[in-house]
């Protein structure tokens, strides 16, 4: 009982870093541009469709399929980001309408990356190189599967980078400001389209480096990637809070930890059903999130 | 009057149907501290916003140095050698006073040229000092003009644009507000701003401009306004000092 709980809890942290990561990349959008990108997932999709043809062309090595999902994740983003987000950006006034606008168009650009995929490469299932073929390491009587600790290794490394970045660099600099003050942040003469198109560009290589490191620990892909990253990415941001990077992690680790425990509980088919349970009652109770609650919690008292 | 270093010439901004300037045309004589005086919703923001970029004019032209503007993206204008000081200030409210200042410098790329020039704005205003590592959000109003101010001086502006600076501030603050304006137009930044306070502004502008309903109805010296019945009865209080 015991040695289950703590093995089911390794697997939440483990499933929860891929989330992360996934999250990582929807909620640095959602955070700067404050606009929904449904074609996030779809565009990690098309990069590992990518992977996976040059897969099955060439049999290239891990090292470069991970760079093709990273690349054609980047490259089909920013598609997505020149039709769907940088008309509406140029306008300071924006307002809802542009932020429905910009959903609205990046759910059309779903569809239509789909579609892509699937007439480029037309079955439905395709198996995907894993990254390590060995078996999953022992740690006394549990185990952890070398992809999971990949992920949790590489979400790591993007929270210190990504932090290190949002706080030290000068691009850093120009997305806080644009974050707190976007009208003084185009006074003070930062390019704020260049620095949205830069924190799209961002966004995608880390949703295409979760989406490689996802494919290979599935070693398959079908064209539900998509759907799944959007919606996991935007599921962990509402946990978490919206636009909020540490409640990104935050919102990844609580959803893994309970989709873990509660398919040994309950049985897989419960899986989802618990986590969107646990979603409506947290946006109803606690609408602002985990990283909130967790804040309010162990910190001084807000100012 | 020496050169004018900015020359709006017929501009007009709207937003949708409705037309916020219709055909503004005024000068700023390099140099100089050249105010704007007018009612609520005569156009004086719109035309500190198309001027700097945030909005797009509809037609006419917007000269800086001898070249056209009008139109052009704000971070393009500030790379020219423009900075507003936008009305409200709009500080970063969620970051610190140091890193305000080191967003205005943000075209910059001299380390300790910026250095330097937060020294001097520090030097400026100590009490920005006092709370460099504070968040903005958390000065008192005096204080966020102060940091709004020196944001744009951070960018080694030519020309300093500055939207409505004493509003909502007490009597003394809006005092030390105008003795840095005179003191910054001595060092030799132009200064173009727009003014509820014409009494204030009558001690420090050398030219006036007068607007209503998205076109210029007046322009002078301080002289020729406190001259002017109509302005002096609108904007001075009826009683001739």
């Known amino acids: ?303 | 009057m020496s050169a004018p270093v900015l020359e709006i010439a017929d501009v007009v901004t709207a937003y949708g149907k409705i037309e916020a300037l219709k055909g503004v045309t005024l000068a700023v004589a390099e140099g100089s501290i050249t105010c704007l005086l007018g009612p609520n919703g005569a156009g004086k923001t719109t035309l500190m916003m198309t001027t700097s970029g945030i909005l797009k004019p509809r037609r006419g032209s917007i000269r800086f140095g001898g070249e056209e503007i009008a139109g052009r993206a704000p971070h393009d204008i500030v790379a020219r050698g423009i900075a507003l000081v936008p009305e409200n200030r709009l500080v970063f409210p969620h970051m610190t006073v140091a890193d305000n200042l080191a967003a205005g410098a943000y075209q910059r790329d001299d380390k300790t040229g910026i250095a330097e020039d937060v020294e001097r704005m520090y030097g400026r205003f100590p009490r920005l000092k006092e709370r460099a590592t504070q968040e903005a959000g958390t000065l008192s109003g005096g204080e966020q003009q102060m940091l709004a101010v020196a944001r744009a001086l951070m960018s080694r502006p030519k020309l300093l644009l500055m939207d409505e600076p004493s509003l909502g501030l007490a009597p003394l603050i809006v005092e030390e507000i105008f003795r840095i304006i005179a003191e910054l137009n001595r060092d030799g930044t132009t200064i173009f701003l727009v003014e509820q306070n014409a009494h204030m502004a009558l001690k420090v502008a050398h030219h006036f401009y007068l607007i209503e309903q998205g076109r210029v109805t007046f322009s002078g010296s301080p002289g020729a306004l406190a001259e002017d019945e109509v302005i002096r009865r609108a904007y001075l209080g009826s009683a001739r000092q």
């Open chain 1, 1 to 303: 009982m015991f040695v289950d709980l703590v093995q089911n809890t390794l697997d939440g942290v483990m499933l929860g870093s891929a989330y992360a990561l996934l999250a990582l990349g929807f909620t640095l959008i959602f955070g700067v541009l404050r606009r929904a990108n449904l074609s996030y997932g779809p565009a990690i999709m098309l990069g590992a469709y990518a992977a996976t043809w040059v897969h099955l062309q060439f049999h290239a090595g891990f090292l470069a399929l991970a760079a093709v999902t990273i690349v054609g994740a980047m490259l089909a983003g920013a598609y997505v980001e020149r039709l769907c987000f940088a008309p509406h950006g140029r306008r300071s006034t924006s307002g809802d309408a542009a932020a429905v606008a910009s959903m609205v168009g990046s759910f059309a650009l779903w569809m239509q990356l789909e579609e892509i995929a699937t007439l480029w490469l037309p079955k439905h299932l395709y198996s995907f190189p894993p990254l390590y073929d060995g078996p999953p390491l022992a740690l006394g009587p549990f185990t952890l599967r070398v992809e999971y600790l990949a992920m949790l290794i590489c979400a790591i490394a993007a929270c210190f980078g990504l932090h290190r970045l949002l706080a030290q660099t000068r691009f850093g600099l120009a997305v806080r400001a644009i974050v707190d003050q976007a009208d003084a942040a185009r006074l003070a003469g930062i390019n704020v389209p260049r620095v949205f198109m830069l924190v799209f560009a961002l966004a995608s290589a880390l949703g295409g480096l979760a989406g490689y490191l996802i494919v290979a620990a599935h070693e398959q892909v079908t064209p539900m990637l998509g759907m799944w990253s959007t919606l996991k990415g935007i599921i962990a941001m509402m946990l978490g809070g919206l636009g909020s990077l540490p409640g990104a992690v935050v919102g990844a680790l609580a959803l893994g930890l309970i989709e873990a425990h509660s398919q040994w509980l309950l049985g897989p088919q419960y899986r989802d059903l618990i986590a969107y349970l646990v979603l409506f009652a947290l946006l109803a109770l606690r609408p602002a999130g985990l990283w909130a609650m967790l804040r309010r919690a162990t910190g001084p008292t807000a100012a």
